[in-house]
C-alpha cells in the first residue's frame, strides 16, 4: 500500500546492534565459565571454533566506548549462562556475574539501553549430562531459575529481556539440544518434546517477571521470515501456508496463545512426533504470553508443492539443519525475482515489510527487530578502509521497509542490526562476516584482533544521528 503522507521514526525509536555471546566473548574457559553445548561440539576442521571468538571479554570497555562513538540507543546481547551457572543449576559463578554488571554499567554510562538475551544457543553442558538437557521436563525449573536470577541482579538497569534466541532453530540442530546418536526422525521427535519444555519455560519465567514486578518488555526472539508461493497456483500457494505453519506459526502460536493449532497438531499426530503434554501447560502459555517480540530476519524464502511419492513417501525430509522440503508438503526452490548473498541467502526488504504485517496481524505485539543484516567476505583495504557499501545497501532497505511497515500501522520499538562487530558466524567461521565494526582476525589467524571502522560504521552513525532520515 502507498498513501498521501509519511510518518518518521518516532524520536524515542531504539537504534541498536546485536551479539551473541557465545560468537564475541572468547575466554570460554577463564573466571570459572563451566561448558556449553557450542564449547564441546565436533569441531569443523576447516573454519575456527568459538574459543577466542572476538575476545569481546577482554575488550568491554573499548568495545562499548565505540558503540558509544557509534551512536547506538541500545545494544542486544546474550548472557552465557555458563558464566553465571557453570553447571547450569546449582552454584553462582560471582566472577561472570561481576563481568555482566561491568558491561551492563559500562552502557548505561553511555546512555546505551541493554537489550538482554537470556539464553542465545549456548545451553548449560552440564544439563544435558545431568538429566538430558531440553528433552526433560526437570530443564524447565532451571531456565526458569537462571532467569529469575538474572532479573533480581540485573533487572535494576535492564528493561528489555529476551528469553530465548531462535527456539526453531535450537528443537531442529541436534548440537545445539545436545543430541548425538539419534537418526533424523527420532532428533525430530525429541525436538518437539524440547520445543514444548522451552515453551513452558518461557511462559513461567514470564510469569515470575510480573510476579517480581519487573519493569519493561520480555519476549522470545523469533527467527520468523515470509514463505512466498512460487507462483500463483493454489497447490504453491496452499504450500507456502503449511511451510509458515511448520517453520514458523507453530511456535508463536503456542507462545501466544498457549495453541497448538488444528493443522500442526494433525501434522505432528501423523509423524508420531505429539509431545507429552502436562496439564496446566497450555493454561500457563495462555496466561503469560510475551509483552513484546524479537524478530530475526536476513531472508525470505519461495515453496512450491511436493507431492509425495513412493520414492518420496509422505513427511520424508531432506537432512538438512532447517526445513528445505518435506514430501507431501513443500519444497524450498529459487525465486528468481530476489538477488541472493554469498551464502544463497535471498535478499527480500519488502518480505520484512510483510514480516512484520503478518507478526502484527496474528499477534498483536509490538516488536523490535533484533536481528538484519547482511553476511559477506569483507576486505580490509590499505589504510585501514573497509568499503563495504553492499552492506550499506542491504540496511537502507531493510530501513526503509521497518519504516513502511510502521506507516502501515505497526508498533516497531527499534531495530537492531547484526551484528555491531564482527563475530564468529554459527556455521561459517570467520570469513562471513555482519559487523560495522571490523575485527582484525582470520580463521586461524588471531592477528591483533584490532577494532576498525567499516564504511557502514560511519553510514550508521549518521542513520541514528539524524534518526532514520540521512538513509
Ligand atoms: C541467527 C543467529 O540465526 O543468525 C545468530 O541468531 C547467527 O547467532 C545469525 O549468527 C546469522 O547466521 P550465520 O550462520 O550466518 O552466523
Redesign the pocket.
Known sequence: MEYKAYTSFDPDFLWGAAT?SF?VEGAVEEDGKGLSVIDVMPKNPAITDFSVAVDHYHHIEEDVALMAELGLKVYRFSIAWTRIFPNGNGEVNQAGVDFYNRLIDALIKHQIEPLVTIY??DYPQSLVEQYGGWISRESIEDYRAYAEFLFKTYGDRVKYWLTI??QD?VVRIPSRLGLTGEDHYEQLRLGYQANHHMCVATALTIKTFHELGMEGKIGP?V?YSMVHPASSHPDDILASKDAMLIKHNYLMDLHCYGEYSYSFQRYLEERNFTPAIEEGDLELMKQYPPTMLGV?Y?FSEAVRAFPATEEFPIGYQKKSLLPEAEAGVFEVVKNENLAATD?GWEIDPVGLRLTLRELYDRYKLPMIIT?NGI?AYDKLEEGDMIRDDYRISYLREHIKQVKLAINDGVPMLGYCA??FMD?V????GME?R?GFVYINREDFDFKDMRRIKKDSFHWYQKVIASNGEDL
Do not use: D
Not at 558466524?425 to 561459517?428: I, K, M, P, T, V
Open positions: 551473541a560468537q542465545h544457543f534466541n531462535e532453530h526472539a527467527s530475526n536476513y551464502w536481528e553476511g547484526w551484528s563475530l558466524s554459527g556455521r561459517n562471513k555482519y
